[in-house]
């Protein structure tokens, strides 16, 4: 890095930190909130501070506002999205026992415990330490969850190897920081809080300031790309020759966050940069990570993702440097293409006799509410049959290792819990996914998760109204521009714009390989169905064979969508 480089507050926090320590230790100990440095200190730690603005307005007994009342969300790591029975299990109980009752799978494969107040906090992230889980790098500047296709296919070594990568790859960038240990995982006694007593341990891959922003990581296959390869910073593409990978196709620089109103921020699609053996990978991938390291921008985190390295220096130069610090040259990437997705959802064998079954978890919220009791129904069919789970980028849940003789009694479980199955859901509901936004997020402007469903009712209205109920169409919400449900990329994208308003994106694709446009700004949410059905009447009455909505819209273009859809 430049002797000049002038460095954003968060670069000079992380720069005295002591290793993402700060005064995390001291301030635990307090009722009081995290200040405003400790606040993003917590995030490499795998935690948010928030509060619930649903109870921003509540009143004290003598009628005054109680003001902000701060909760905590709590993420836990699950490379490839693997988890056992008891890892479950016990995030279920956590859930109970910490946070607000319910759990949420994540758009990476991960789980979030919410509404966990501070008294609890040190517990909840020790109780998903004793699951043999971590919440470290769980958030913040440095990698984030490695995610990989978690298709339980057990006569394809193909899935297996992807899945024993992403967990490679997960432990050998993590931090080597002892905060996280200190702070989390030792009794009061224990705590280290003396800053005279800090001994820095190596950061070989990090260094002193970590990474200048968040940098995720994705391996996919040709022919299922279901965690969206081309939005994260790296994605490595398997090639498979005999069942076997033979190496990947090496993508960088895709990211989804931006910023409206700053002209300089912008969504990006990875692009491949190269070859790669097996054998190669982690190497390669760390060399990825420490250009971005030394390159990235200090200054500005608003353009501070790998994907404004790339668009400023260009890919020919970031391929040098990363064959520079890697040590050798690397080959052209090979001629191989994104050309399908899977959602995993409803009964497959898996290749060894057994099967699994993939349940669509709406908006990934596992709860009990009314008839759907899909936390307790859950439980049950973990605790009678003990097999090991699978989390989707989709936010749902994969059954693995069912014996077929007990595939009546897991769908009857199902029924009794009012979980529906894959023939009793629509592809368009399968295929959506939100972000949590409202009441919880900081960022938000406006709603995701408790607004998408209502929209996927009215959705479901007009296409059974069109006699297309049966298309795959793919509806990504968020309840802010950052990007977390990936909603640039598919076939509908749904982005809060302001309160109670969105913009709507048309020319994605359900295989995540293209960006949508803008097709209409500023739609109240109780519009935004209405606003879609004259493009989806204009597909139904002039699409080719074959051809899906997302692919409709981008062959048309907006200026034609808006002529004739209306």
């Not at 009794?416 to 894959?422: F, L, S």
């Amino acid at each position: 890095m430049s002797e000049e480089l002038k460095l954003s507050k968060i670069e000079i926090l992380k720069e005295n930190s002591h290793q993402l320590r700060g005064t995390l230790a001291e301030e635990l100990k307090t009722e009081a909130a995290f200040c405003a440095d400790s606040e993003q200190l917590l995030k490499p730690h795998g935690i948010y501070q928030q509060d619930d603005r649903d109870h921003r307005k509540d009143k004290k007994e003598d009628g005054t506002a109680k003001g902000k009342q701060y909760i905590f969300m709590v993420r836990s790591a699950v490379p490839g999205g693997k988890v056992t029975t008891k890892q479950f299990l016990d995030h279920l109980d956590l859930c109970d026992k910490y946070g607000n009752g319910t759990l949420r799978v994540t758009t990476r494969q991960g789980f979030q415990l919410h509404g966990v107040i501070k008294s609890n906090l040190k517990a909840a992230v020790q109780g998903i330490n004793d699951t043999l889980l971590t919440t470290l790098a769980a958030c913040g500047d440095v990698k984030r969850n490695v995610m990989a296709c978690p298709a339980p296919i057990k006569n394809n070594p193909a899935h297996n190897q992807m899945q024993a990568l992403a967990i490679e790859l997960a432990e050998h960038l993590k931090p080597r920081t002892t905060a996280y240990h200190e702070i989390w995982l030792t009794d009061d006694n224990g705590e280290r809080t003396n800053v005279a007593e800090f001994k820095p341990v190596e950061e070989p891959i990090y260094g002193k300031l970590y990474l200048p922003r968040k940098f995720k990581i994705a391996l996919a296959l040709p022919e299922d790309n279901c965690i969206d390869l081309y939005t994260n910073d790296l994605g490595l593409l398997a090639i498979v020759e005999d069942n076997q990978v033979v190496g990947y196709n090496v993508l960088v620089g895709g990211g989804m966050g931006k910023t409206p109103s700053a002209e300089k921020t912008f969504v990006a699609l990875a692009k491949p940069m190269a070859f790669v053996r097996p054998e190669q990978v982690v190497a390669v991938s760390e060399a990825i990570v420490k250009v971005q390291r030394d390159f990235g921008n200090r200054e500005d985190r608003k353009i501070a993702r790998l994907k404004y390295l790339i668009h400023n220096r260009g890919l020919e130069w970031f391929k040098e440097k990363v064959e520079e610090y890697y040590g050798q040259p690397l080959p052209a990437p090979r001629d191989v293409e994104v050309t399908d997705v899977d959602d995993h959802i409803g009964w497959f064998e898996q290749g060894d006799g057994k099967l699994f079954l993939g349940i669509n978890i709406e908006c990934g919220r596992i709860k009990d509410e009314g008839d759907l009791r899909i936390k307790t129904g859950l439980r049950a069919i973990l605790n009678k049959y003990g097999m090991e789970t699978r989390l989707t980028a989709l936010q749902s849940v994969i059954l693995c290792d069912i014996d077929p003789a007990d595939r009546a009694d897991i769908s009857r479980m199902l029924a009794e819990h009012g979980i529906k199955q894959d023939h009793e859901l629509t592809l368009l509901r399968r295929y959506s996914i939100a972000c949590p936004a409202f009441p919880t997020c900081g960022l938000s402007i406006t709603e995701s998760e408790r607004a998408l469903p209502g929209i996927i009712d009215h959705l479901e209205v007009e296409m059974a109204r069109l006699g297309i109920g049966s298309d795959r169409i793919s509806v990504h919400m968020t309840g802010c521009p950052n990007g977390c449900a990936r909603p640039y990329t598919p076939d509908i994208g749904l982005v809060g714009k302001a309160f109670g308003k969105y913009t709507i994106f048309l020319g994605g694709n359900v295989q995540g390989t293209r960006l949508a446009f803008i097709y209409k700004d500023m739609i109240p949410e109780a519009e935004v169905a209405s606003a879609v059905a004259p493009a989806l009447n204009y597909y139904k009455a002039n699409r080719q064979s074959g051809e899906s909505f997302g692919d409709f819209c981008h062959r048309k273009g907006l200026e034609d969508l808006l002529q004739h859809a209306s």
